[in-house]
């Protein structure tokens, strides 16, 4: 018998865009029996189908709004499908939403009793799991105030308490890592591997791929309330990032493609400060003596590219021109993480590259046999300078760009490797 089943489940949610701002209103409206265009049909699922066997940990995954939370409080009955059916088998214990179920005019102590008379509890089996509860949720200080006084982490670290100590058959965790510091986060997954081990079933929604790959035997993929992928956590995550990453890397090109509608900046605008032309966080300045026309990062067919797979090839091409002769000019690019972090940089001079003289209209590229770079987001600079350093055109995050990876690893950069294992 398995512990969770969805048979073509779908939920709708009517969503009301105009509220009535008086008592008039509302009877107005109650006459008309609402008017249609303030309301809209929200589907959070469609036609969902999948089981859970007992003893078995199913992460679900997928951007925010794609149903996540919608099917955890599915199988809590906190709500009821529109379509199809649900089939639950054990005991249920849930944490959906930072401090929900809790009433935030009692103490920790009596909303400890509270939640777990819900369950089914009687006062006796409550009073011998309390001590339990108390320690493990490192409030024993707090646990006689309103938890309304409580921050988000204490009131966190009491609802999981409570969550992993009432014996679920089904454990139901909505994020429940996102919040809490290192060190209850590690208690919290020893915890739940010692569920695992007991054979409770556990669904865990959460955004950390990392705890998805380490504690679940599938992942469910939602997508826009529909059943994207599920199976086994490497190929369902690698396919949801991959995913992310696609859609990251088009918001960057369609960026670009309004920056560009008005021209790339040049670096007297730069100079100029002048807001209608540079984004937020693109600079550009120089003499432009030598100016880039145009900077394209390009993957190993040559096509322009804003996602690049890690330990693939790519190049930089700087196109540029010169009104006059201008001698011994130094070209160099500098790869940042999103976040400022200098990731690498040189030039022309840096590589013994001399160039005597441009003129007119060229193209420098700089070619990358394999972009050994982490999964994450990046952007590009660009430099044209004289020998002493004298600026032509300094172009500050000219092009953003995003790397996925198949491997797991962490950091920055991904080195060429090898290991080896002896007496």
């Not at 993957?299 to 930089?316: M, Q, R, V, W, Y």
Request: hydrophobic share 40%; with cysteine.
């Amino acid at each position: 018998m398995a512990a969770v089943v969805f048979d073509r489940v779908s939920k709708r949610f009517t969503l009301q865009h105009q509220r009535e701002r008086s008592f008039q209103e509302l009877a107005v409206n109650m006459v008309r029996q609402f008017r249609r265009q303030d309301r809209e049909e929200f589907w959070a699922l469609r036609d969902v189908s999948f089981r859970v066997e007992p003893g078995e940990t199913l992460g679900i995954i997928g951007e925010n709004g794609s149903g996540k939370s919608t099917t955890l409080k599915l199988i809590s009955r906190i709500i009821e499908p529109t379509l199809g059916t649900i089939e639950v088998n054990g005991r249920v214990s849930a944490l959906l939403e930072l401090g929900a179920g809790f009433h935030h005019d009692l103490t920790g102590r009596e909303n400890i009793f509270l939640n777990a008379s819900i369950l089914g509890f009687q006062r006796r089996e409550i009073q011998e799991r309390l001590g339990e509860i108390v320690a493990f949720s490192e409030l024993e200080r707090f646990i006689d105030i309103p938890v309304k006084h409580y921050s988000s982490g204490m009131l966190m670290r009491l609802g999981f308490a409570i969550a992993i100590h009432v014996d679920p058959d089904v454990l139901l965790t909505d994020e429940v890592l996102a919040v809490g510091d290192e060190a209850f986060q590690r208690k919290c997954l020893e915890k739940i591997a010692q569920l695992q081990q007991a054979g409770k079933t556990i669904l865990l929604v959460s955004h950390s791929m990392d705890a998805i790959r380490a504690l679940c035997n599938r992942v469910l993929w939602l997508h826009q309330g529909r059943v994207q992928a599920i199976g086994d956590p490497e190929e369902v995550v690698d396919a949801y990032l991959l995913f992310v990453h696609e859609k990251e890397a088009q918001e960057i090109a369609e960026r670009r493609g309004r920056r560009l509608e008005q021209g790339p900046p040049t670096a007297q605008e730069a100079t100029l400060s002048s807001p209608s032309v540079l984004s937020v966080h693109e600079k550009r300045w120089g003499s432009e003596e030598v100016r880039f026309r145009s900077v394209r990062f390009l993957d190993g067919s040559g096509k322009e590219c804003f996602l690049h797979e890690s330990g693939a090839p790519a190049t930089i091409e700087m196109a540029f021109e010169a009104a006059r002769e201008v001698p011994d000019p130094v070209f160099g690019i500098a790869i940042y993480r999103n976040d400022g972090l200098w990731v690498y940089g040189t030039n022309t001079a840096i590589d013994n590259l001399p160039i005597p003289c441009v003129r007119g209209q060229g193209v420098v590229r700089f070619h990358i046999p394999a972009l050994h770079l982490i999964e994450g987001p990046y952007y590009l600079a660009v430099a044209v300078h004289a020998r002493d350093g004298t600026p032509y055109d300094f172009w500050q995050r000219c092009w953003e760009f995003s790397v996925y990876s198949r491997i797991r690893d962490v950091g920055v950069y991904r080195p060429e490797h090898r290991w080896e294992i002896g007496t």
